[in-house]
């Protein structure tokens, strides 16, 4: 069945709507079908049934799981969490492909996981119609949400490789998973799918990633530093500067979160990292809107500097592409400028390997075209040719 045909019956213009739905199950129970066995990246840890997103993933069979990955920052092995599903139906002679879904931003701390939501942070519609589709499906939660860790908040190469092992882990899950996958993220989750595709090759060559989807990606966010220092950062990207900030005073301990925020940013920091409720969302919302720039403001040149560096650490591109890439992006976008994310393409061009580029006039960060792209996806699996946009790039 077509990929889009399926999805179009439960997509709106700026979001989803759910379907019919069954009764939960009963509590969670183990997934005897998963293999408990392996110590390598991708191995599972746990496996449970997951009743309440299974009550909106009604053509398929879902699992939470952990599963074991790497940190790109020290290397280290991982254990992280998300949603696994496949569908109910006979597998096909090859298995089912694999969509592995990099997830927008939830919040930097470990109850903001998608995967302990009971609608997957509203991600469960879609995720049902593409299972409904003929695929098997990955959301990874992203070290330290869901499981006990840190949480590198836009740290696109551990993302990335959360992602590839969501993948590894969900074929050590349910049997009858095809090695053959793609990726589909949108902001956080674009810069996520974007890492996988570089380190596919190196770090999972037993996988086949036919193609990845980056939507409104976090790419290269070290742009917002310079916005910081002039006092420009938008309403919309002030908690997300926060966290990114947060994220970077867990792992360097001689990162002096002084040196960024005071006043009533410092004040309230608690409240503004929190993801502990159903009112934290709007309580950040409210508490950003009251912060002076001045707040969140590098004190000096030297620790500006510090801070971009180590946020292009993070970004996206660092190596040629494995598979052909589409990125999405509107010229409207509030949280992520369109301006980075165009000079992001421009490298990854420079770098080499296949980039379809899709520019929407007047579109902000979660109103672009979904369709389209998973149409484009569903191309990759059936071998469709793709041709590549870097060359009718004009240098910028």
């Not at 509590?27 to 009550?55: H, K, R, Y």
């Not at 949400?145 to 836009?154: F, Q």
Request: glycine share 10%.
């Amino acid at each position: 069945m077509c990929l889009v045909s399926v999805l179009s019956l439960g997509l709106t213009a700026c979001g989803l709507v759910g379907g019919m739905t069954r009764q939960p199950a009963g509590p969670p129970t183990p997934i005897a079908s998963a293999d408990l066995t392996g110590v390598a990246p991708g191995s599972v840890v746990t496996a449970m049934s997951a009743p309440a997103v299974e009550t909106i993933v009604n053509s398929g069979r879902v699992a939470r799981i952990t599963y074991r990955s790497t940190d790109a920052n020290t290397g280290q092995p991982t254990v992280v969490s998300g949603i696994v599903a496949v569908p109910a139906d006979t597998p096909p002679a090859d298995g089912w492909p694999v969509v592995a879904m990099g997830h927008g931003t939830t919040g930097m701390q470990q109850p903001c996981a998608p995967s302990l939501s009971p609608n997957l942070s509203d991600l469960a519609p879609l995720v049902a119609q593409i299972v409904e589709a003929g695929f098997a499906v990955t959301v990874a939660d992203y070290q330290g949400l869901g499981a006990p860790g840190v949480h590198p908040y836009l740290d696109s190469h551990t993302a990335g490789y959360n992602v590839i092992d969501s993948v590894r882990a969900l074929r050590a899950t349910f049997p009858g998973v095809s090695s053959r996958w793609s990726g589909f993220g949108l902001s956080q989750g674009g810069g996520a799918v974007w890492s996988a595709d570089e380190q596919s090759a190196d770090y999972a060559p037993e996988l086949d990633l036919v193609g990845a989807v980056a939507m409104a990606p976090t790419a290269d966010v070290s742009g917002a530093v310079d916005k910081a220092m002039d006092n420009r950062l938008t309403e919309e990207q002030t908690v997300p500067f926060l966290w990114i900030l947060a994220s970077l005073a867990q792992i360097h301990p001689d990162f002096n979160l002084d040196d960024y925020r005071r006043g009533f940013a410092a004040q309230n920091w608690g409240a503004l990292l929190a993801c502990d409720g159903s009112g934290t969302a709007a309580k950040r919302t409210s508490l950003a809107r009251k912060i002076p720039p001045s707040d969140i403001s590098p004190s000096s040149a030297q620790v500006a500097a510090r801070l971009r560096g180590l946020i292009e650490g993070w970004a996206v591109p660092q190596r040629m592409l494995n598979a052909p890439l589409s990125v999405v992006y509107g010229t409207s976008d509030k949280f992520v400028d369109y301006q980075w994310t165009e000079r992001a393409i421009d490298r990854a061009c420079d770098l080499g390997g296949t980039v379809l580029v899709t520019a929407e006039s007047g579109k902000g960060h979660a109103d672009l075209d979904t369709l389209s792209q998973l149409e484009w996806l569903r191309g990759r699996f059936a071998g469709e040719s793709v041709e590549n946009g870097c060359p009718t790039r004009k240098p910028r």
